[in-house]
């Protein structure tokens, strides 16, 4: 099935990254996230698609605008635990600590052009990431999401508090609401994760999806 994943990628109006992609996806990930320290470097996505070319993902528009863009590498989570920093399980981004015969597809990067929100690009690099899983026969998609959201009710709520709370629709987040209409359970919150991420107070929310086709060897 993993020769097939072009194909299959293509059928939902993605396709694999490519390394003339790196500095185009670099500037739309900037604009994504809106601020330049968070988005992964040129050279960080040419080492991603030189060691898990399959894992690295981009849309884009008819025009040849990169308008998103998704990243991934294989591990066993259980090598890492609940405690990770991003930089841990990302090698810093450069994902040389891929492991081919790992069972856990673990998401470094997704972001969407602001201009092109609304148009189901997002749902449709979860979409390819849940074609990466079934396609290399592995058991769950993980990442540590942001909650960006987090640093308006930090005075009254604890992490743990606001997560449960945007589970429970009471409150609103940007992206951990997003990934639970896609399908994603909550974990845990994780401290000290991502440092730069100031809206999230450096927290984030660990987040798992389970391939219902896995089959443990």
């Not at 990243?71 to 040389?96: A, C, L, M, P, T």
């Not at 609401?177 to 929310?205: C, H, V, W």
Request: proline share 6%; net charge negative; hydrophobic share 35%.
């Amino acid at each position: 099935m993993k020769e097939n994943l072009a194909n299959i990628l293509e059928q939902i109006g993605a396709r694999p990254m490519e390394l003339r992609d790196i500095y185009k996806v670099n500037e739309m990930a900037a604009i994504g996230f809106g601020d330049p320290s968070i988005p992964f470097k040129p050279e960080h996505l040419a080492s991603q698609i030189e060691t898990f070319p399959e894992g690295q993902v981009v849309i884009e528009h008819e025009d040849g605008t990169i308008i998103g863009s998704c990243s991934s590498v294989i591990v066993n989570f259980e090598d890492y635990g609940v405690n990770h920093s991003f930089d841990d399980i990302s090698d810093k981004g450069y994902i040389r600590n891929h492991n081919p015969q790992g069972k856990n597809l673990y998401g470094t990067e997704v972001v969407v052009h602001p201009e092109y929100r609304g148009l189901k690009v997002g749902m449709r690099l979860y979409e390819a990431r849940r074609q990466i899983v079934k396609a290399f026969q592995l058991e769950s998609i993980l990442f540590g999401g942001r909650i960006p959201n987090y640093h308006k009710h930090a005075r009254e709520l604890t992490p743990e508090q606001y997560a449960q709370k945007v589970i429970n629709g009471v409150l609103h987040d940007p992206v951990m609401t997003f990934q639970l209409r896609n399908g994603f359970k909550f974990i845990s919150i994780m401290p000290n994760y991502l440092p730069q991420d100031a809206e999230s107070l450096k927290y984030a929310a660990l987040m798992e999806w389970k391939n219902p086709d896995y089959k443990q060897v």
